[in-house]
């Protein structure tokens, strides 16, 4: 294994380790919503309330902490995936995927934390539930571009080991070359046939 593979197995190496610690932390954080939001929509306690049917009461305040909470655990999915590939240089492809997954899940967490804080009226003016399930709604949309773009296969990538090596097997795996002829037999000198000059 040359350098830089060994190099690029380990960066790809530390980032799949930080994105099975963000999807553990991501997921937590959806748990922690989901339960709020059951809480909240059974009415065991009264944080938090909605103005517009037929969002009213426990059922709409709900809904504004459960969606969010899907939204969460769609990224908590995405970045866990075991059958991610992390290994060899990902390509132009594979890099483009990674960074529009990137931009998709800080864009989704924006949008959930909009639709809590627009849903219950905590910023803006006036806003309602309607507003609040809207950015919900839009939330989900982008974890789940998150997640196809998180998708994208690498492309590969030979470089010139890979070109160097590929060119090698192919040698072997086509077997040495016709044997060269055998070189006609060497005239004997007179001296070394041991003959005599015929007599007179």
Do not use: C
Not at 143 to 170: G, K, N, Y
């Amino acid at each position: 294994m040359s350098k830089q593979e060994a190099k690029t197995g380990t960066s790809l190496g530390a980032l799949g380790a930080t994105e099975q610690a963000g999807a553990f932390v991501v997921g937590i954080l959806a748990v922690v919503l989901g339960v709020i939001g059951l809480l909240r929509g059974f009415g065991v306690f009264e944080q938090g309330t909605v103005e517009q049917a037929p969002l009213t009461a426990n059922f709409g305040a709900g809904l504004m902490w459960l969606i969010p909470a899907v939204a969460v655990a769609i990224l908590a999915v995405t970045l866990a995936r075991a059958d991610h590939p992390h290994s060899g240089e990902q390509g132009a492809s594979g890099q483009m995927g990674h960074t529009i997954a990137y931009l998709g899940a800080i864009v989704t967490v924006v949008l959930a934390a909009l639709a809590i804080l627009t849903g219950f009226n905590w910023i803006g003016q006036d806003t309602t539930a309607a507003t609040g399930l809207l950015w919900g709604s839009a939330s989900i949309v982008s974890a789940f571009v998150t997640l196809a773009a998180h998708m994208i296969p690498p492309t590969a990538v030979a470089d010139q080991d890979q070109l160097v090596r590929m060119v090698e097997s192919r040698v072997r795996a086509s077997g040495p070359g016709p044997a060269p002829s055998a070189e006609p037999a060497a005239k004997q000198s007179p001296e070394s046939s041991g003959g005599s000059q015929p007599g007179g």
